[in-house]
């Protein structure tokens, strides 16, 4: 089943723009700062020493003061990493199969609780593993973890949005503000327009099904 809802793209932006009064959520990649920085210094940062040609390396300070700090280092990346495995085990994966769950049942309150918490762990929670020593490590956590999770927020981030825009809308019209969801609602037919695979989609059919069901309301409130 093709699950790539949808590209977000300039127009999409603005439509949501106008429904929201903000961007698309989920639109954006997240940019933590300082990422770029921390990889390089987590494996070229090293003290520098003037060192006194009569020092000898079989002194036994020597190899208290750096033999030790070599092997407190290793030991510590080797913890940034289990660190760093067991957040993407226990957080990441565990919200990927929370909302694999909630699409299967078109549990919708459910997906845009564990969506938004996602995203957050992307903002904030993947930062752990840019603090691994070694490239290798990782891009290895990243691959494992983040990468997927980045497609699953990008794949929900427009139907999430129609979703909280009907809800919304939902309200509106229950507090007779007619104009408003007239007004918002061709928007957001707009938006589900964008959608793609919706006839192979029972999570977009359901969605699409909330929308019209809005649109009908309305309809026999006019008439």
Known sequence: MKKNYVKVTATTALLSAAIFGGPLIGSAHWEEKGQANDWKQSHQKMEKQHWNKNFQKDDKQWKEKYVSKDK?????????YEIADAYGKNTILP??????????NKDWEALEGNYHKLS??????TSLFYKVDGKENRNKLIEKYKVPAEAKRAELALPISIYMAVNSLEKSFENGDKAKVEQKLAKVKMLMDKLENVDNNSLLQDLDAKVKGLENKLQNQTA
């Open 120 to 125: 957050k762990e992307l903002k904030k929670g």
């Open 72 to 80: 407190n280092k290793s030991e510590n990346s080797s913890n940034t």
């Open 95 to 104: 919200l990927l199969a929370s909302i694999e769950t909630a699409e299967a």
